[in-house]
């Protein structure tokens, strides 16, 4: 018989990450470091194991909770559960209400193992659905860093290892970055977000809580021009052989050097050095971000359709509530992006005009 329990915070310091590791569907973003991380932003992080008749660990869950009125709560838990997915049953849902102490909660989790018929019938079963309004995406790719560097280079299109040879040509500096300033990891995304006309993808107070909290899990470039300005930078957080891009930015300069491709090679080349033998490229949507898919799949990476969002509610009138208020702020952020590529598009239009104006007035004043 399987039995959750709740494991306290300090037990969970000192043994969460280590069990974490040993199963092969382990997520970076179940690890300690990654709770620690959304503690800072709000969140109250509970770790839950379940246990066999052996007292052996067969399944793990890290969520993060947020209280309101009455005694009800939300719970999300990104990349989880992991281990054995008979256990992911009502035994795990009343063990969530109980131990948080909630009356009433909504439990909504991202499991990013590969989505398979069996796993999904067993969830149906175990009382789970799958959300109407989810918050993220069920597709993303992995790269297999158990490959030899050719290997890697071999499964690459050609025009992206053309332009890796480009960068590599405009004597970039490209190092690991021991002491990341937030301020500036900022500014590198504010100038790709206006370049792009998208919506805030990080405020200055998750970047500075993520370097705080993730640092030891966290592998962090840059790329530099010959003069110190930083063009790109790529950061992953790291657990056992798995490992998960989480920062991924670059500046309007940048994208004339293509210093993408060569910090993420970078990135990939420093990873295998760890023993990391799947990097997750953080998921895809080729309807929304086409751009950023399309480097994602000429890297020659694998796509991946994850098991994903599943979600649950103590009362069934809290589940149509919670999907609701997720989908209208889906929405909201979503005509924020039309809007700011809108204003972008204008300012580009109007650039573009400016010269051929200037010329014609030029060629006035000449006759």
Not at 62 to 75: D, E, I, T
Not at 182 to 192: G, L, T
Not at 301 to 308: D, M, N, S, V
């Amino acid at each position: 018989m399987i039995k959750w329990k709740l494991l306290e915070d300090n037990i969970a310091q000192a043994t969460w990450d280590q069990e974490l590791a040993r199963f092969d569907d382990c997520s970076p973003f179940q690890s300690y470091a990654w709770g620690e991380y959304r503690r800072g932003l709000g969140w109250k992080p509970y770790r839950w194991a379940a246990f066999n008749e052996a007292d052996e660990i067969v399944a793990m869950m890290q969520g993060y909770v947020r209280r309101y009125f009455l005694g009800v709560g939300l719970l999300w838990s990104e990349g989880g559960p992991v281990g054995d997915v008979h256990a992911w049953d009502d035994s795990l849902q009343q063990s969530i209400q109980q131990t948080a102490g909630l009356r009433r909660v909504y439990c909504r989790f991202r499991c990013d193992r590969a989505r398979t018929i069996d796993d999904v019938l067993r969830l149906r079963a175990g009382g789970w659905s799958r959300p109407w309004a989810p918050m993220t995406s069920d597709f993303s790719m992995t790269a297999d860093l158990s490959s030899s560097e050719e290997q890697l280079l071999a499964r690459c299109e050609r025009n992206w290892r053309r332009n890796l040879k480009r960068a590599n040509e405009a004597n970039l500096v490209i190092h690991e970055w021991l002491n990341p300033d937030a301020d500036e990891i900022a500014s590198v995304y504010a100038s790709m977000q206006q370049v792009k006309g998208i919506d805030e993808q990080h405020s200055r107070d998750e970047i500075e809580q993520l370097l705080k909290s993730v640092n030891d899990n966290l592998v962090l470039y840059r790329c530099e021009d010959e003069k110190g300005q930083l063009l790109s930078l790529m950061a992953a957080i790291v657990v056992g052989t798995k490992a998960c891009s989480v920062l991924s930015a670059t500046s309007e300069r940048g994208r004339e050097f293509h210093s993408s491709y060569a910090i993420f090679w970078a990135m990939l080349r420093h990873c295998q050095s760890l023993g990391v033998t799947s990097y997750d490229l953080a998921g895809i949507d080729p309807v929304a971000n086409p751009g950023v898919y399309r480097f994602k799949r000429a890297s020659g990476a694998t796509p991946i359709e994850l098991l994903g969002e599943w979600d649950w509610a103590s009362r069934p009138w809290l589940r149509w509530l919670g999907n609701w208020a997720i989908g209208q702020r889906k929405r909201v952020r979503q005509a924020e992006t039309v809007l700011n590529q809108s204003v972008v598009s204008n300012i580009k239009e109007r650039q573009e005009k400016q010269p051929l104006v200037a010329t014609q007035v030029q060629l006035r004043r000449a006759s």
